[in-house]
């Protein structure tokens, strides 16, 4: 079945890695009909401000059945990556692909970065504010054979979230 996926990613740091994983269906569509449809928004959101990066991420995550947080040294602690996170949170299936054993162009590896779940608090309806940390699988490209698993990670994360 093809989904619709939203990739949230640190645009500055990890625009080349977050491409080798964005990219893979293109590789794959060649020899499959896998369908990931991307509404990642990384080209607008370098251009524009706040109250139109939000809008835009909000119209990018419509129609998506599936949020991938491609985890790299920093996205912890990006403010648009924390509001992707959250607002994917029980709406939509999520899950994260850590993205630092990705060599970039110049050959090199990065940082593993922290779990962003774990930097992102939801409160629930009684006003208890608590972390994600532990809520959605993550999974490595490299080590995890992300390139041939993407696809089974991101129907279970849609199942996962009834979708």
Known sequence: ?????????????????????????????????????DHSLWEEAKTKGSTAIQKLIDDGLTGASVTIALIGAETYARKWCKYEIAKSHGDKGLLGIRIHNIKDQQQATGIKGPNPFAYVEIEDASGNKASLAGEYPIYDWVNDDGYNNVDDWIEAAAKAAGR
């Open 1 to 37: 079945m093809a989904r619709q996926v939203f990739f949230s990613f640190h645009y500055a740091n990890d625009l080349w890695r977050a491409n080798v994983v964005r990219n893979s269906d293109v590789v794959k569509k060649n020899e499959t009909e896998v369908g990931r449809y």
